[in-house]
């Protein structure tokens, strides 16, 4: 274990109410798993008013040949890189060359007509419904950091993507695309590559001297710490084998995103308003405001404002944080993939902030009994389907209650209204011609979520064997085969990396461990196409050949 303590540590320490040697110790205590010779480890930074006040690393930056973490090791962030790019881009806007209001093809015409613009700002915000290209690329079989694609593969992977997830500005859905879009377009507006006008802007101005993008994973990088993840207790190397930038990829140290963190509270990068326009939320249509703001997220820790991101890339693990009112920055690298980056990230600054008050409980809502009768309950029961996931849950009547299958009660507030007793959801029920009902959940940061009614799955043999057939995907460019096997069950098969069982959710639907599978059919009840639904990626069309 390596550690670097400055001058300035014992009244930096007392001033955030945290007595140094406690610190230190439970330091120790957070990072205990990794104060060995034969683990992966971290490095973590604490500044205090824009000054370095602690630095210590645990664990081992090369397991093979018994390296140590040091503070001075390089390691990737994931996509906290991501806040770099956005400030580029704003950089860029405020020279003149682009505007957050341009059509991203003003700039990128290779992209597909999506039959509405998509906005600079709209990707930045990840409001613009762009599906992940690294999901795509999942789904043909090349899961992240198992091919050596280089940003030229990414634009072709996302020239090919034909729909958006929803409209723009409609929601906010994380999308790595939208990042790697907006490391394009400052390339093209600059004319210069990304990795030199960022080095040239930002990297250089702060002081950043030992960050770079992994633009050449092949490139060798000097006291770069290797990454790992743990199957059946034994560590494994998780390789970073994509040159890519913009959604992730930065190379760097604590020291170095201190002094990023150091110049949101200064003008030194662009003068006054940079900042400002950083930490500006974004906006959807309907004027609710997201947490997201450019390439950072805006939330509170213990009722106290922070500025935060956290990142995931092969098997590194990050988080970098400002707690803007007691001007406190905290930066985490780890090389370990079974970190919880945010959690451990959390636990160091509260080492470090005043003795605050815990976060307000969420107020359960009223018991009074509601004046519906057991009918307005008794009707709500069946089967919905949230039309973002395509998930299906059930929610049943029990000893006249309304519960969802998870044992949440619905409390009627009208008979077309329910609130969750825990969580704060409100549900709301919209009847439909044929006597059964759709409804909208609406959370407490005020989004609405809608869901339908669907019908039980239809188990029978020969239904199932009406789905068996080659669908493909012209986005994913791969054709998946579903085949009835000899139990009777559907199974999605493709040579060599696919025998994926599928299991019955409701009418021609069915889960499976790549997501959601929808079955769409033609006027005549023939099945023409499947939809998959997964993660960041939603209805993603295989056509039946």
């Not at 709209?122 to 280089?150: F, V």
């Not at 935060?308 to 098997?315: L, N």
């Not at 000893?399 to 009627?412: F, H």
Request: charged letters at 20%; aromatic letters at 8%; hydrophobic letters at 40%.
């Amino acid at each position: 274990m390596k550690s670097t303590t400055y001058g300035a540590l014992l009244a930096a320490l007392c001033a955030c109410a945290a007595p140094p040697l406690t610190a230190q110790a439970r330091l120790d205590s957070i990072f205990a798993r990794f104060s060995s010779d034969t683990s992966p480890g971290c490095v973590v930074g604490v500044a205090q008013d824009g000054r370095t006040v602690m630095e210590r690393a645990w664990g081992a930056a090369d397991l093979e040949r018994g390296v140590a973490l040091t503070p001075a090791s390089i390691l990737e962030p994931g996509s906290v890189s991501k806040q770099f790019t956005a400030a580029a881009v704003l950089l860029l806007a405020r020279d003149g060359r682009l505007s957050l209001d341009d059509d991203v093809h003003r700039w990128i015409p290779e992209l597909p007509d999506y039959g509405t613009p998509v906005t600079l700002g709209q990707l930045m915000h990840h409001t613009s419904g762009m599906r992940d290209w690294g999901s795509i690329a999942g789904i043909a079989g090349w899961p992240r950091n198992t091919r050596a694609l280089d940003e030229s593969w990414v634009l072709a992977i996302t020239s090919r993507i034909k729909e958006l997830n929803f409209a723009p500005g409609s929601e906010y859905e994380y999308s790595n695309t939208n990042y790697n879009l907006l490391a394009t377009v400052a390339e093209r507006a600059s004319g210069k590559p990304f990795p030199v006008f960022t080095r040239e802007r930002i990297f250089v101005p702060l002081g950043m001297t030992h960050t770079s993008w992994r633009d050449d994973a092949t490139r060798l990088v000097r006291d770069r710490a290797l990454s790992y993840s743990s199957t059946d207790g034994a560590w494994h190397s998780e390789r970073a084998i994509e040159s890519i930038y913009g959604n992730c990829c930065l190379l760097t140290t604590v020291g170095d995103l201190l002094k990023w963190n150091a110049a949101f509270d200064s003008t030194r990068l662009s003068g006054a308003g940079l900042r400002e326009q950083q930490e500006t939320s974004g906006v959807l249509n309907n004027g609710r405001e997201i947490s997201y703001a450019a390439g950072l997220f805006i939330t509170q820790f213990r009722g106290q404002p922070v500025v935060m991101h956290d990142g995931a890339t092969a098997g590194y693990r990050a988080f970098l944080a400002r707690f803007p009112r007691q001007r406190l920055s905290v930066a985490m690298m780890c090389n370990a993939a079974d970190v919880d980056a945010a959690d451990l990230g959390y636990a160091v600054a509260s080492l470090y902030l005043p003795r605050l008050p815990a976060d307000t409980p969420t107020t359960a809502p009223s018991r009074r009994p509601p004046a519906v009768g057991p009918e307005a309950i008794a009707d709500k029961a069946g089967l919905y389907r949230n039309l973002r996931s395509m998930i299906a849950q059930r929610f049943v009547v029990t000893n006249g209650k309304l519960m969802t299958e998870s044992g949440v009660e619905l409390l009627p507030q009208s008979p077309v209204a329910f609130t969750a007793v825990t969580g704060g959801n409100r549900v709301l029920f919209d009847r439909r011609s044929d006597g059964h009902y759709d409804l909208r959940v609406v959370t407490p940061a005020a989004d609405t979520i809608r869901a339908d009614w669907v019908a039980d799955a239809d188990t029978r043999r020969e239904t199932l064997a009406g789905f068996a057939g080659a669908y493909y995907s012209d986005e994913a460019n791969t054709t998946v085969t579903i085949v009835v096997d000899s139990a009777g069950a559907l199974k999605a098969v493709r040579i060599p990396d696919l025998d994926m069982p599928l299991r019955p959710a409701y009418r021609d639907a069915f889960r499976s461990a790549a997501g959601m599978l929808v079955f769409t059919r033609n006027s005549a009840g023939q099945v023409t196409e499947v939809r998959l639904t997964t993660g960041r990626v939603r209805n993603l069309r295989f056509m039946r050949r």
